[in-house]
């Protein structure tokens, strides 16, 4: 995001959240939006261990969460929009006052081994992480098995390559093309 402001990158690869921060500071636009599946959105999920008693957000107050980072769209804006929007947060609370202990693992694979391994209760994440053609880059068929998907929040908007605005419509073209 500094780098498309400040005009050192004038293209880079965004979630959903820092193209808006980059958006709100620099002239940029979106060049390229990721498809999943034939969509543009996904789904931000609460994964649990299978054999948990857990059956919905209700059943986590005072447990162990592990977030993705605080940057991260799904792994934890969309959650926190959902424990907002479930009302059991006020908006910008401090998680920690839902949860027993909040951490964020710094990615989706770490955030899901926390669950496996026992470190956590519940992560948020990417549904396809759990689910999918490429659900193996994160976690084995086998680690998979051992986790459940607890609850999903739709309509998390996907990756996208962002390009600055103010370039050349020639090369703008010309970069859609290349990467296309």
């Known amino acids: 995001v500094q780098a498309l402001v400040s005009n050192k990158a ?29 969509k543009t959105f996904y789904n931000s999920v609460f994964v649990v261990s299978k054999d948990s008693s857990f059956q919905s957000l209700d059943d986590l107050k005072g447990k162990r969460m592990m977030f993705t980072s605080p940057t991260s769209t799904s792994g934890y804006v969309m959650a926190y929009s959902r424990l907002v929007d479930d009302g059991h947060l006020q908006p910008k609370q401090n998680p920690a006052e839902y949860f027993g202990d909040v951490n964020f693992a710094g990615g989706y694979d770490r955030a899901l081994l926390s669950v496996l391994n026992g470190q956590a209760d519940v992560c948020a994440v990417s549904d396809y992480t759990m689910e999918g053609p490429k659900a193996d880059i994160y976690l084995t068929p086998e680690q998979r098995s051992k986790l459940r998907v607890l609850t ?25 093309e290349a990467l296309l």
């Open 10 to 38: 004038q293209v880079a690869y965004l979630s959903s959240i820092p193209f808006i921060l980059a958006k709100n500071e620099a002239p940029v636009q979106p060049l390229l939006v990721e498809e999943r599946s034939d």
């Open 152 to 176: 999903r929040t739709p309509g998390v908007p996907t990756h996208l390559i962002a390009i600055r605005s103010d370039l050349p419509m020639v090369l703008r073209v010309k970069m859609k």
